[in-house]
């Protein structure tokens, strides 16, 4: 099983829908978790932080189920600038420090 | 201010050779990782520093990869006797402390003929 699984995608939607991406991850000592963003041949960038308290930022809202080990982030209206690849990030601080990307899931926004 | 840097932006190499790839991380961020990323793949955790020491070496490939760090900031990561394989993009992500936000440099494009 992998560290840190995410849906395979890819997700085609229209504009203004409302899209759903899931995570889940295997060492339940993990400390933080993040969602980046990842445009074509560019470097990772921060979309959210991840708390079990939800965090919502604008039309993104991010959610942690620590029992169950499970990230989700939801994005609603979506736009055609949100179409890149969104990757789960879980940072794990026992049994070695290692910051574990999930394979990201691709998100394709048309008009 | 200025963000993650990373030289070279891109390198050709021939089998067998030896490359240095460089980072320079956001000053005063202690934590640095390093990171490859093959075409079309996600990203591969190689390792990770904190201030100079790199507490977990065992995500690095081989042992034909190594990963330094001086002074808290600069790292290199070297690769003897390349191989195609090694072809990818190899990132470079500072964070203010261990589990925080990573910030991340363009990379460095490394393709070994």
């Known amino acids: 099983r992998k560290e840190v699984e995410q849906d395979p995608g890819p997700f085609n939607v229209p504009e203004g829908a409302t899209v759903a991406f899931n995570c889940t991850y295997s060492?339940?000592?993990?400390?933080?978790f993040f969602w980046y963003r990842q445009d074509c041949r560019k470097e990772p960038k921060l979309l959210m932080s991840?708390?079990?308290s939800g965090n919502e930022d604008g039309r993104f809202t991010a959610q942690l189920n620590r029992a169950s080990q499970y990230i989700s982030l939801l994005i609603r209206d979506s736009k055609l600038s949100d179409s890149a690849t969104y990757l789960c990030?879980?940072?794990?601080?026992?049994?070695?420090?290692?910051?574990?990307f999930g394979a990201g899931t691709r998100l394709f926004v048309k008009a | 201010g200025a963000g993650v840097s990373q030289s070279p932006s891109n390198k050709v190499t021939e089998k067998g050779k030896d490359v240095e790839l460089r980072c320079d991380p956001i000053?005063?961020?202690?934590?640095l990782y390093w990171y490859r990323q093959s075409l079309g793949q996600g990203l591969e955790f190689l390792i990770y520093?904190?201030?100079?020491?790199?507490?977990?070496k065992s995500g690095l490939p081989s042992d034909r990869f190594s990963a330094e760090r001086t002074g808290g900031s600069v790292s290199t990561l070297t690769i003897q006797r390349t191989q195609q394989e090694d072809s990818a993009v190899y990132l470079c992500?500072?964070?203010?402390?261990?589990?925080?936000?990573?910030?991340f440099g363009p990379g460095t494009r490394l393709t070994v003929l």
């Open positions: 991840v708390y079990s």
């Open positions: 000053s005063g961020h202690t934590a």
């Open positions: 060492n339940s000592a993990s400390q933080s």
């Open positions: 990030v879980v940072n794990m601080g026992t049994g070695g420090f290692k910051t574990i």
């Open positions: 520093f904190q201030g100079n020491s790199a507490p977990d």
């Open positions: 992500a500072s964070s203010s402390n261990f589990g925080n936000e990573q910030f």
